[in-house]
């Protein structure tokens, strides 16, 4: 049985069609990144699967229930972190916590057993008697992240969960959703960073202006968005010559700023092969660069327009 | 049933910490009441000798019921500020997305404001006893403030929390602050409906407010009389219907909204 299953799932919202139709099969124990730019759609479907909106066409089916017609199910299966963590700041993360296990109907002395044991995971048992306004960012991410874990769920929503972030909590999250994928959870993540997707995901799907425009492995994705390319600069030597013997190994493209690049016929495994013909022929290679497609190459192949931020780390 | 009463009480108890925590919240419900009182009892003392004003041992007996209305209109507004900052910062989704009955979410508001209404109304009788109020009505009389004060203040957020809900903005909940004053002037609250002059006396006639005062006051000012007591629980229970069914109905509205 699917995780999440959708069938053209719209989400309307007057005339603007936020979401249009989107098809949607994520399987049992699978991470799979909802990747798009800010306003593709992402959140809504996100809202839509957590029983927060009602879609206005299709279904869509979590941990096997209908989100429209059984909705309590739903959120008994589900654990959720919503963009922003949605925290109160007076109380502390350990009042948070037993809240939250009260919430999920956990009898009271496993509840407090569960969330001591969900702080200890996350890093926060010396601030857990603290309240929640003075803890920053990376530590309100990780309160979210073990509040949507209380109740043990089957399917975990984490919505832009490292948006904001500096790198090393962003990590933290980062290994910590690998060690509960690990654990058996199906994660439904959104992002706008690529390299979120790229590393985290099983699978990839893209979504622009509310379209599923690709979905598949990320490497099976950077594969259809063409091969990778090897650029070479020569400290010493004719260009011409070098776009000769580079011919060889695929497609030369017109030489730029002095560097003349390869688009490999067989991958990265040819970049032996490239640099001992240049040394053979007597041209002194200065610096060699191997260019792999990224998430955003195969998103401006699919909608003709990069990701908003593409490349760019979180703050 | 026991987990609903569970999640309406672990709700409520987060909500009196709220309070507590943040004394933006607090402030309203005791502080303002309280210069309130000081104001009123210091400048109309003679208001007690004008002829048709009740009889009453001081002015204190006669003002502190309104100021004890006061008190809960203000705990309402201040239950709705605090429920539209949970829908600002997202944490009404964290509760929606949680298996409980939605109306747990606004009883367990409600249950904590009716809490707070009660601390209040001991308060205001600590501070009426030490400056001198007399209950007349006894231990009777007290025991109908002590059950009118926390019933009034969860009638009050009741509105206060539709409004949350319906708006989703604290600054437009706390832009009913000054609306509170006029329509609790516009009341027995702290003269007596006989004589206000019109259009007052009419508006005092039909606002609940006049009849929640009063019925608290009859116990202060003399011994418990029934009418005046249900004329008073009457006025609660309107203002508490129309706020549970506007809740409701905001409630519904912001969750198909989404």
């Known amino acids: 049985m699917a995780a999440i299953e959708t069938r053209g799932?719209?989400?309307?919202?007057?005339?603007?069609?936020?979401?249009?139709?989107?098809?949607?099969?994520?399987?049992?124990?699978?991470?799979?990144?909802?990747?798009?730019?800010?306003?593709?759609?992402?959140?809504?479907?996100?809202?839509?699967?957590?029983?927060?909106?009602?879609?206005?066409?299709?279904?869509?089916?979590?941990?096997?229930?209908?989100?429209?017609?059984?909705?309590?199910?739903?959120?008994?299966?589900?654990?959720?972190?919503?963009?922003?963590?949605?925290?109160?700041?007076?109380?502390?993360?350990?009042?948070?916590?037993?809240?939250?296990?009260?919430?999920?109907?956990?009898?009271?002395?496993?509840?407090?057993?569960?969330?001591?044991?969900?702080?200890?995971?996350?890093?926060?048992?010396?601030?857990?008697?603290?309240?929640?306004?003075?803890?920053?960012?990376?530590?309100?991410?990780?309160?979210?992240?073990?509040?949507?874990?209380?109740?043990?769920?089957?399917?975990?929503?984490?919505?832009?969960?490292?948006?904001?972030?500096?790198?090393?909590?962003?990590?933290?999250?980062w290994d910590e959703v690998r060690k509960l994928n690990d654990e058996g959870a199906t994660v439904f993540l959104t992002t706008q960073y690529l390299e979120e997707a790229d590393r985290l995901a099983d699978r990839v799907g893209i979504i622009d202006a509310g379209r599923m425009v690709a979905e598949d492995t990320p490497s099976a994705l950077k594969a259809e968005a063409g091969r990778p390319h090897l650029e070479v600069s020569l400290a010493e030597g004719d260009k011409r010559q070098a776009e000769g013997i580079l011919a060889r190994f695929g497609a030369v493209p017109a030489t730029h700023d002095g560097v003349v690049s390869v688009e490999l016929e067989h991958g990265a495994a040819q970049v032996a092969q490239v640099v001992r013909a240049l040394d053979e022929a007597g041209l002194a290679v200065g610096s060699l660069d191997l260019v792999e497609p990224t998430l955003d190459d195969v998103f401006a192949a699919k909608t003709g327009h990069r990701l908003e931020g593409a490349g760019a780390e979180p703050e | 049933m026991t987990d609903y009463l569970r999640v309406v009480a672990a709700l409520g108890r987060r909500s009196v910490k709220q309070a507590f925590r943040r004394p933006q919240f607090l402030a309203p419900i005791l502080l303002f009441p309280t210069l309130f009182l000081i104001l009123n009892t210091g400048?109309?003392?003679?208001?007690?000798?004008?002829?048709?004003?009740?009889?009453?041992?001081?002015?204190?007996?006669f003002e502190l019921p309104g100021t004890l209305i006061q008190c809960t209109m203000l705990a309402g507004v201040s239950a709705g500020i605090s429920l539209a900052l949970d829908v600002e910062v997202g944490f009404l989704d964290r509760l929606v997305t949680a298996p409980i009955?939605?109306?747990?979410?606004?009883?367990?508001?409600?249950?904590?404001?009716?809490?707070?209404?009660?601390?209040?109304?001991?308060?205001?009788?600590?501070?009426?006893?030490?400056?001198?109020?007399?209950?007349?009505?006894?231990?009777?009389?007290?025991?109908?403030?002590?059950?009118?004060?926390?019933?009034?203040?969860?009638?009050?957020?009741?509105?206060?929390?539709?409004?949350?809900?319906?708006?989703?903005?604290?600054?437009?909940?706390?832009?009913?602050?000054?609306?509170?004053?006029?329509?609790?002037?516009?009341?027995?609250?702290?003269?007596?409906?006989?004589?206000?002059?019109?259009p007052a006396a009419t508006i005092a006639d039909f606002n609940p407010m006049s009849y929640m005062t009063e019925g608290i006051r009859d116990g202060v000012i003399s011994d418990v009389s029934l009418e005046p007591v249900l004329?008073?629980?009457?006025g609660v229970a309107l203002l508490a219907a129309i706020g549970i069914a506007l809740c409701s109905y905001a409630l519904r509205a912001r969750l198909r909204a989404g």
């Open chain 1, 9 to 173: 799932l719209v989400r309307s919202f007057g005339d603007v069609e936020a979401v249009a139709g989107v098809d949607l099969d994520v399987a049992d124990g699978e991470i799979y990144a909802f990747l798009g730019p800010n306003g593709a759609g992402k959140t809504t479907t996100v809202r839509m699967l957590v029983t927060l909106l009602r879609p206005t066409g299709g279904t869509a089916r979590v941990a096997g229930y209908d989100v429209a017609e059984r909705p309590d199910d739903v959120r008994r299966s589900i654990g959720v972190a919503l963009q922003e963590a949605a925290l109160d700041p007076l109380m502390t993360g350990r009042e948070l916590m037993r809240l939250q296990a009260t919430l999920h109907r956990i009898p009271r002395a496993k509840g407090r057993e569960r969330a001591d044991a969900l702080l200890q995971r996350v890093g926060l048992v010396e601030a857990a008697d603290r309240r929640v306004g003075t803890y920053s960012g990376g530590m309100r991410r990780r309160l979210d992240l073990a509040m949507a874990l209380i109740h043990e769920p089957r399917v975990l929503f984490l919505d832009e969960p490292t948006t904001g972030l500096d790198p090393t909590s962003r990590q933290a999250i």
């Open chain 2, 101 to 198: 009955h939605r109306s747990a979410i606004v009883l367990g508001r409600l249950a904590a404001t009716a809490v707070l209404g009660l601390l209040a109304g001991v308060y205001f009788l600590v501070v009426g006893f030490l400056s001198g109020m007399t209950v007349e009505g006894g231990p009777l009389g007290v025991l109908v403030i002590l059950v009118m004060v926390p019933l009034s203040a969860l009638a009050f957020g009741a509105i206060g929390s539709a409004l949350a809900l319906r708006s989703g903005r604290a600054s437009v909940v706390q832009g009913i602050f000054p609306i509170v004053f006029v329509i609790l002037f516009l009341s027995s609250a702290f003269f007596p409906r006989d004589l206000l002059t019109e």
């Open chain 2, 43 to 61: 400048g109309a003392g003679s208001a007690e000798d004008i002829p048709g004003f009740p009889e009453v041992n001081g002015i204190l007996d």
């Open chain 2, 231 to 234: 004329k008073g629980l009457a």
